[in-house]
C-alpha cells in the first residue's frame, strides 16, 4: 500500500510542476529587434485592418490602414532601430513616411506617427 501511495504522490507532484512551468514561459516573453518582431500578420488599432508585413520588406495593406496609397501602390517598409520607414510607389512616384516605434513587444508594436499613437497586435 505504501508504494501505491508513493506512486500517486509522485504523479501529483509532476503534474503540478508541469502546468506551473506552461505559465512561466507564456509571461517572460523577450521581444526580438524590431525588424524580426514586426514580421507578420498585426491589427491596426485606428482602423482594426489586418496588415501583413513580410520578411522580404513587402508591406500587404490593402485598406491603406498604415499608410495611404492606392490599391495597386507596391508599400515596402523598414524596420532600423527604433523607426519604421513605409514607402509607397505607385507608377513613377513615390513618398515615404517614417515612424517612432515607442514600443516593441512581443504580441504589440506602438507607433507614433504625428503625434498619434497606432498600436499593432500581433494575429
Known amino acids: 500500500m505504501t508504494l501505491l501511495k508513493r506512486s500517486l504522490l509522485l504523479m501529483l507532484l509532476s503534474s503540478l510542476f508541469v502546468f506551473s512551468a506552461c505559465n512561466d514561459d507564456d509571461d517572460n516573453c523577450t521581444a526580438p529587434a524590431l525588424s524580426e518582431n514586426i514580421v507578420g500578420e498585426w491589427e491596426v488599432s485606428t482602423t482594426n485592418d489586418v496588415v501583413e508585413f513580410q ?6 495593406d490593402p485598406n491603406d490602414a498604415v499608410v495611404g496609397g492606392s490599391s495597386t501602390a507596391d508599400k515596402t517598409y523598414v524596420a ?5 520607414t513605409v514607402t509607397v510607389s505607385d507608377g513613377g512616384a513615390s513618398f515615404s513616411s517614417e515612424f517612432d516605434v515607442t514600443s516593441n513587444e512581443c504580441d504589440e508594436i506602438v507607433v507614433t506617427f504625428i503625434g498619434v499613437d497606432v498600436t499593432f497586435t500581433r494575429q
Do not use: E, H, N, R
Open 80 to 84: 532600423s532601430g527604433m523607426t519604421l
Open 55 to 60: 520578411a522580404d520588406g513587402t508591406l500587404i
